[in-house]
Nanobody
Framework: QVQLVESGGGSVQAGGSLRLSCSYT?????MGWFRQASGKEREGVAA???????RYTDSVKGRFTISRDNAEKSLYLEMNRLKPDDTAMYYC????????????????WGQGTQVTVSS
């Protein structure tokens, strides 16, 4: 199985920034970030396909940037101008098919890293 390990979470004030990282043991077709706030369902945040196509949920467009480095087997999520509503556990995920989206099935999941944004 592909192992995913997130890091970089923490507590910041609104307007601040965080950079999340996800190390993986094998390159997969698609990589993405998801989050789950307390009492809410998991939602897709961002995804990147092998051809470089990017997808973001509307609430983070213009603020978050997803990127990957296959050589280093790392996935990143740069989060800027954070809002309290961004508070959630963030998970990286991987899929073994190229046509992934924020609404398709994802095969592998990390354990999560907590992001807390205070006002």
């Amino acid at each position: 199985q592909v192992q995913l390990v997130e890091s970089g979470g923490g507590s910041v004030q609104a307007g601040g920034s965080l950079r999340l990282s996800c190390s993986y043991t094998a390159t997969t077709a698609c990589m993405g970030w998801f989050r789950q706030a307390s009492g809410k369902e998991r939602e897709g945040v961002a995804a990147i396909r092998p051809d470089g196509t990017l997808r973001y949920t509307d609430s983070v467009k213009g603020r978050f940037t997803i990127s990957r480095d296959n050589a280093e087997k790392s996935l990143y999520l740069e989060m800027n101008r954070l809002k309290p509503d961004d508070t959630a556990m963030y998970y990286c995920a991987a899929a073994n098919y190229p046509g992934c989206s924020l609404f398709t099935r994802w095969t592998y999941w990390g354990q999560g890293t907590q992001v807390t944004v205070s006002s």
